[in-house]
Structures are given as C-alpha cells and as structure tokens.
C-alpha cells in the first residue's frame, strides 16, 4: 500500500536551554560515496550561520558510510543509516530530523560553493513573504571539472502558473523556510519521480519565490 501523499513535517523538538540552528542542510545519499565526502565538506565550510548537517544513507553497499566516518567526531554531522527505501523517503528522514529555522538540500553528488548561504539567507530574513530562494549553478563533471552551464532564467514572486509548466528550482540551490514545510509537508512518498517539483508546487500555492543571481 502506497503512503496517502506528502509527509507531515513536526516542529523541532529541542532540550530544554537549546538553541535552534539557523539551517538544517539535508543530504541524502546512495553508493555516492566518491562524493558525499565532498559534498559534506562544502556545507561544513559555509561561514557565518550555525549549521547541522544530516546525512541520510539510503542503504548504500558502495562504502558510503566508511567515507562518512571522519564526519561522526563533528557535532554538526549526523549520519542516520536506513535500509534502500527511495529517494523521497530518504529526503524526509532528513527532513523530520532536522531542526534549522531554514532548510536547505545538498545531492550528495554535488558541492556548495563557500558564498551559498551568505547570499540566500538574507533574501529570507528580509522577506517574510518568501518560501524558496534558489540560485543558478555550474555544471561539473565526474572529476570535478568545470563544464558548460545550461542558460538559467530567473522567476520570482507567485511563480505557481510558471511552475505549472516547467521546474524552475535547480535541487541543489534551494533554501526552505522551515515554517513553510511544516504547513506544507515534506516530500510526497508515493510519487518515485519529479518529488522537488511536486513539492515547489505545492509551496507555491501559499508562498513567493525568490532567487540570488550568483551561482551557489
């Protein structure tokens, strides 16, 4: 039996004195192990904000959690191990145990660039209104080199009807207002595809996008 739509996202629960991090950065990981170390990296590099960073391993058998293990002394990382259940599953463990004000996704296939987070979060603290802040990005190979990047056009405001035609939220840039997800769900379990854009659409029924034109 398939799971009846979005996943409920509760409130963070925090010990009592405890502070709440700024962003809870979600990534979810299968036999990505060549790479999860560096995507780990990138976020743990950001400046400024007080992170966590969870690392969702979705059953790999390609030595993911031996890359991982330098990251378990670091206590902004936490790794949690589940059995192959699918992407969507595994991205809203991550959710439903984060507890940042915002959110943001990193593909563990991919690395943030150290300006990310200094650029999109001042978007959200000056606008209330705003549910999503993406960016563009640069296209980078197997090994780490620089390719072409597609053309990237920029939407913002109450983006639902552009949305309806194609998804404008490159993955890997997006930061969600946690308040956001907690009215609106996770992500929808029973769809194996398209679960971001799913998702953007659903957000962009209540809230306004936004977008820093620099690639993160």
């Not at 398939?2 to 990981?29: C, F, H, M, W």
């Not at 595994?90 to 991919?110: E, Q, T």
Request: charged residues 25%; aromatic residues 10%.
């Amino acid at each position: 039996m398939r799971p009846p739509g979005p996943a409920r996202i509760l409130p963070p629960q925090l010990s009592p004195g405890e502070t709440a991090p700024d962003v809870s950065v979600v990534i979810a990981n299968y036999n990505m192990g060549q790479y999860v170390a560096a995507a780990v990296q990138s976020v743990l590099d950001q400046p400024d904000f007080c992170l966590e960073v969870i690392v969702v391993d979705d059953g790999s058998t390609d030595g993911s959690l031996a890359a991982l293990e330098p990251f378990r002394t670091d206590p902004r990382v936490r790794i949690i191990a589940q059995p192959n259940r699918g992407q969507p599953r595994a991205k809203n463990a991550g959710l439903h145990a984060s507890r940042g004000r915002y959110v943001a996704f990193c593909d563990a296939d991919d690395c943030w660039l150290p300006n990310k987070l200094r650029v999109q979060i001042p978007i959200l603290e000056r606008k209330p209104e705003v549910g999503v802040v993406y960016s563009p990005f640069i296209t980078i190979d197997g090994a780490g080199r620089i390719s072409q990047s597609p053309p990237f056009r920029f939407y913002r405001g109450k983006v639902l009807e552009t949305l309806f035609r194609t998804n404008i939220v490159p993955f890997g840039t997006a930061v969600v207002r946690r308040s956001c997800l907690e009215q609106c769900g996770g992500f929808d379990e029973s769809i194996p595809m398209g679960i971001d854009w799913e998702l953007w659409l659903r957000l962009a029924v209540r809230w306004k996008f936004d977008f820093a034109d620099e690639a993160t």
